[in-house]
């Protein structure tokens, strides 16, 4: 049995702080960590062995009599550093000994040897290949796949890219203008409508939106409808993803989409009839708009500030339910063909009059059978939610793309991708959708009080804990079973 980590010698200290009482400092207490939630995480992998596949899925060419770290416990470890909120590798020096990670990872939390250092997990990153980063994607896909026992009928598949910024000289990490302005990666992500994440998937700062996601969806429909033949696949992404490719070939494989498409003077010119309507309606309703021009933006600015300087909060409301409620909508639809398209397609204009003036979006869309409205507002609107789950792994800090080589950032952006999925399990069992940051303050930095003898190890609790019984329940739907006193 290891020595535990609770027997070092450390010199106690006197501090003069208090003007009646001597004040002690000690290093002589019990094993703590603060962070028990790790535990809920670990069952989840005990449960669908999501990290144990992952771990399958990589290549170890270490001499077998010599590895003290195997490859399960070095992903594992990573994995749940990062949902511990700690995601540097460096951070595995002061970690590898924190008894909840020791014991979610599978050994013993204080006798146990301490897990794998700084430079071991760095090593593990930079000796991926780009054959191992390919069958950990499709794993991801095939995790989802498994635990949805009954096929469902329909999936909707959320396209997007967001931007990663970049600090050193990392491969393939180029400056891009625009909106960006910076040097950065530009991870393509793939979402289900209830946040399940398909796809992470590392590419080039200088790629636009739409590179990779036709190879991706051909690759990603391939594993679904083997899996499910009579699912409905559909698929929504902004206007950054307009490219005929794209459209022919969900065209040609019964793939439904709608995307965004960007506005231009061909759209404008067919859209003149549904601009005037809504503009009209507006009239007839409310009269003129009232911050029209570079004068209304200041009087839209006075109204706000007359709102929110209300102090009666029932009038307030009610004077702010009034100013928003000033909106036409008008939807229309055409045929319309770009240049760089084989085939005319439907596109959907929606148009939104308000005391600002005209606003319009277009949609193009190869649904039918389904109303306008209900096309644009219960189907494509709800890509919003993709937005929300992105900024979700963002918050696991899957920013930190600091290797100098890119199959190490892709390696470690799918490692994030693993502590998503984690997490996201978790947040099923509990029944609550909130944010990373919230869930990880109020589930995964748990304060435990860390025992073991020859036969029992023990984490305990605060009473004063705000969230036990969430904690209880949840464990006890990843098959915790329940503990009966003698």
């Known amino acids: 049995m290891k020595k535990s980590t609770t027997n070092q010698r450390v010199t106690q200290l006197t501090v003069d702080l208090l003007p009646e009482k001597a004040v002690e400092l000690a290093f002589d207490g019990d094993d703590v960590s603060g962070n028990g939630g ?66 979610a990872v599978g050994r013993n939390p204080i006798s146990g040897e301490d897990l794998a250092s700084q430079p071991t997990q760095c090593r593990v990153e930079n000796a991926r290949s780009f054959k191992e980063l390919y069958r950990l994607s499709q794993w991801l896909v095939e995790y989802y796949i498994a635990c949805h026992r009954k096929a469902p009928k329909k999936l909707i598949l959320d396209f997007d890219g967001s931007a990663v910024e970049t600090f050193g000289v990392q491969l393939n990490a180029f400056y891009r203008g625009g909106p960006y302005k910076k040097f950065m990666y530009f991870p393509l992500f793939v979402f289900d409508e209830k946040g399940w994440l398909l796809v992470a998937a590392l590419r080039p700062g200088d790629q636009g939106e739409v590179q990779l996601a036709l190879p991706v969806l051909k690759r990603l429909v391939k594993m679904l409808r083997k899996a499910w033949p009579k699912v409905d696949i559909v698929v929504r992404a902004d206007g950054a993803f307009t490219k005929n490719e794209l459209y022919q070939w ?41 911050f029209l021009g570079k004068s209304g933006k200041t009087k839209k600015l006075t109204k706000v500030k007359e709102i929110r300087g209300t102090v009666n909060r029932e009038e307030r409301l009610s004077k702010n339910a009034a100013f928003e409620e000033r909106r036409a909508r008008v939807y229309g639809e055409f045929m319309y063909q770009a240049g760089s398209w084989d085939r005319e397609r439907k596109v959907i204009a929606r148009c939104d009059y308000t005391d600002e003036g005209l606003e319009v979006r277009y949609v193009v869309t190869n649904i039918i059978g389904l109303a306008t409205g209900d096309i644009y507002e219960k189907i494509y609107c709800k890509r919003a939610l993709c937005e929300m789950w992105i900024k979700n792994i963002k918050e696991t800090r899957c920013d930190r793309l600091s290797c100098g080589q890119f199959k190490a950032n892709a390696f470690r952006l799918l490692l994030h991708a693993l502590a998503y999925t984690l997490m996201h399990q978790v947040q099923l069992r509990l029944g609550e959708k909130t944010s990373i940051a919230q869930f990880q303050r109020n589930f995964i930095h748990v304060a435990v009080h860390v025992s073991e003898d020859r036969h029992l190890v023990r984490f305990r609790i605060a009473r004063s804990y705000h969230a036990a019984k969430m904690f209880r329940l949840c464990s006890k739907r990843l098959a915790a079973g329940n503990l009966v006193a003698a």
Request: glycine residues 4%.
């Open 250 to 290: 969900m065209d040609e494989n019964r793939i439904s989409y709608v995307m965004g498409v960007k506005h231009n003077n061909s759209l404008l010119a067919k859209t003149k009839y549904f601009r005037a309507k809504v503009k009209s309606k507006f009239e007839r309703k409310y009269d003129q708009a009232e």
């Open 38 to 103: 790790v535990l809920l995480a670990a069952q989840v992998e005990k449960l669908t062995g999501l990290l144990n596949g992952a771990a399958a899925r990589l290549d170890d060419h270490r001499t077998g009599s010599l590895i003290k770290h195997n490859m399960f416990e070095q992903v594992a470890q990573r994995v749940y550093q990062i949902i511990a909120g700690l995601a540097a590798v460096s951070d595995s020096n002061f970690l590898r000994s924190d008894p909840a990670i020791k014991a």
